[in-house]
């Protein structure tokens, strides 16, 4: 009975959070695609880590279905809380990254994950930017790189969108991503070099500070078909923001664990992804060694990750009050 009831309070305070893991899964698989591709070897690996990302999401949908039929005033609280707010639409996103992976798989299906992801991730972004706009509690601290994920979060629809004939739809989407990524990274720079450092929980989303433009690159490279001034701009900006990272990296290996680790992963599949997509585009085998440097120290974080995850669910640090 004790154990029933546990389990109930667990179920409570399941952070929407979990689900930037199913974003870090489906980057690895994507990156390991790309890998594959660029290589042109087949490995037979990218899918069963397609199967094991979408099992994930589906475990992690269902659970927090239950918990929005059972525990509605803690997800009330999670939506107007001014930092977890912004991880909601990680599950449209979600749906976005199944789509791309899922592309030369089964195009149906594809279709259908797009479809869903792209309408939800407007509806979320619309509200989340109305909960911005007409805010009444939010303060500087409260910025941190999570914000990113509404709104630049978009850019990502054009990667199947534009394969599956949705032109336009995709240049609406990229336009949104590429406005408030420079909206935004204004903000979140000028909290960071004039206001209190980021609590030490939050200092691994700094990382999400690399995947606009990386993604951004992926996608606009998909939109006009081939390399250009802005395309090389986007891709040495996320670079640069990745250097800029890894010259920090003793500051990160202090770090407690925490969920949001979990920002580690897909900003990293996507700088990586974008780099063997600078290797088609130029030749140049730079490029394609850097994307399988970076795909392999990805490799080993996302294991290291799913390690500290399950250790901490089986030691009950996760889905406890206050995380």
């Not at 927090?64 to 912004?86: M, Q, T």
């Not at 990382?207 to 390399?227: C, D, M, N, T, W």
Request: with cysteine.
């Amino acid at each position: 009975m004790e154990s029933t009831t546990q389990n109930a309070t667990r179920l409570e305070h399941l952070p929407i959070s979990f689900f930037a893991m199913v974003m870090g899964l489906a980057g690895l698989a994507l990156a390991w695609e790309k890998a594959q591709h660029t290589l042109g070897i087949e490995l037979h690996i990218d899918r069963w880590m397609v199967g094991i990302a979408a099992s994930v999401f589906l475990a992690l949908l269902l659970l927090y279905g239950s918990k929005i039929l059972r525990y509605r005033d803690a997800v009330i609280e999670e939506i107007k809380h001014p930092v977890k707010l912004n991880f909601f639409p990680t599950i449209s996103i979600s749906f976005l990254l199944l789509s791309v992976a899922l592309l030369p798989i089964d195009t149906s299906m594809s279709r259908y994950l797009w479809l869903t992801g792209a309408v939800l991730h407007l509806l979320f972004t619309l509200y989340v930017m109305n909960v911005w706009i007409h805010h009444a509690h939010f303060q500087v601290h409260h910025m941190n790189p999570a914000w990113f994920i509404p709104a630049v979060g978009s850019v990502l629809v054009p990667v199947a969108g534009v394969p599956l004939g949705y032109l336009d739809v995709s240049w609406f989407f990229f336009s949104v991503g590429m406005l408030f990524w420079i909206i935004l990274l204004t903000i979140i720079f000028y909290r960071i070099l004039f206001h209190d450092p980021l609590d030490e929980k939050l200092m691994p989303t700094l990382f999400i500070l690399i995947a606009p433009p990386a993604v951004g690159f992926i996608a606009y490279v998909r939109l006009i078909g081939e390399l250009d001034s802005f395309a090389r701009m986007l891709f040495f900006s996320g670079i640069f923001l990745t250097l800029l990272l890894f010259t920090q990296i003793q500051r990160f290996l202090r770090l407690r664990f925490f969920l949001s680790w979990w920002a580690y992963s897909f900003p990293l599949a996507a700088i990586s992804i974008a780099s063997m997509t600078m290797f088609e585009q130029t030749g140049s085998e730079v490029y394609r060694w850097l994307g399988g440097g970076l795909l392999l120290l990805l490799s080993g974080i996302v294991g290291l990750l799913l390690v500290r995850t399950a250790v901490a669910v089986l030691h009950r640090r996760i889905c406890v009050p206050g995380h």
